[in-house]
């Protein structure tokens, strides 16, 4: 568990790393760990304060419109248990999103759809290549068209 819990990597300096299976929400005062999940119906949050032998756990169902909530009381408890001043705000201007994304919101154990990439342009526009394929019925569900399975 104490491996778990220590810093592994981070995506630039200036902000929280990541844990081994946790995201860092707080580096100090005390140091919070956590790691949510969603569902189409429940949204999930567990957060971890070693050092101060604290830890809770939040689940709501109600599609989407529940995900506020969880994080709200999540926010809510925090900030009551562990008061902290607010974060600075980014005040500048962010240059245009160039590149290639993937949802991160599918199978990983099949080839890749292609119509789940999507490129960001230069002055702001998204392009969805190839075009999202049509849903065919699979017995009483139904599934996306693949031709890659």
Known sequence: MRLMRTSLTRNAPSLQPMAHGYMVLREQGPR????????????????????????????????????????ELMNAIIGRVFPAAPAPRWT???????????????????????????RSRHRGSMAWSPKPAAARPIGSRSAPNSTNR
């Open 92 to 118: 500048g201007k962010a240059a245009p999103a160039a590149g290639s994304y993937r949802t991160n919101r599918r199978t990983y154990s099949e080839t890749p759809n292609p119509a789940t990439t999507s």
């Open 32 to 71: 919070l760990i956590g790691h949510g999940g969603n569902t189409a119906d429940f949204h999930s949050y567990m957060v971890l304060a070693p050092e101060a032998n604290f830890a809770f756990f939040v689940s709501t169902t109600g599609g989407q419109g529940s995900y506020g909530g969880r994080t």
